[in-house]
């Protein structure tokens, strides 16, 4: 062991290596992240890490899980599940735009990298589904009757809106079009709520 190294309950030590490599992707994107330099970061030595996840690629994973995890929880409360329709799209299209506000660099992790592409990891693809299905619940219980690749295409558009929303504003390529008087929330949120609406026109 390394001097001054410090030492940890096995448990202990993975949840401090992920904490922390969040708050470095946080800071400075998930490109630059190894395994060397968390171990350097937390204070462990260099092989410690290693114990956790086989290489960069599994951190890389089972950090993108936990932002999947904290994304999806808040949407699946009595609150947000017992909504009409139009509300529950709503309330998580905002969820997600909200998300993807305040960690924007973790969501380019969870849809926009060596996870996604060339081939989505297929512990990603779960999550991923799990929030297609919630939107596709809503659409489901408001028109019921329609074929279900009509039922799905509208939840395509509506996703696509919200997720193409949100990319747009993390790459500030909206507000030099927008009005100053109007704040840029107002103005998502509308768009949110008229993209639910499209969605469940009959």
Known sequence: MMAGAKTYHKEDLRRDLLATARDMIAQQGYHTLSL????????????????????RRALLLAIAIEGFEDLIRPTQTPDILKLPPFDRL??????????????????????????????????LLVYQRQGSQALLDAVTEALPANMLNDR???????????????????????QPHEPKAVEPQDTDHLVIARSAKAALQP
């Open 36 to 55: 060397r330099g968390l171990a350097q970061k937390v204070g462990v030595t260099s092989g410690a890490p290693y114990h956790h996840f086989s290489d």
């Open 90 to 123: 709503v309330a998580l299209g905002r969820a997600y735009l909200d998300f993807a506000q305040h960690q924007p660099r973790l969501m380019e992790l969870m849809y926009e990298s060596e996870l996604t592409t060339p081939a989505l990891a297929p512990e």
């Open 152 to 174: 799905i295409s509208r939840v395509v558009g509506y996703w696509s809106t919200v997720y193409g929303l949100a990319v747009l504003r993390n790459k500030g390529l909206l």
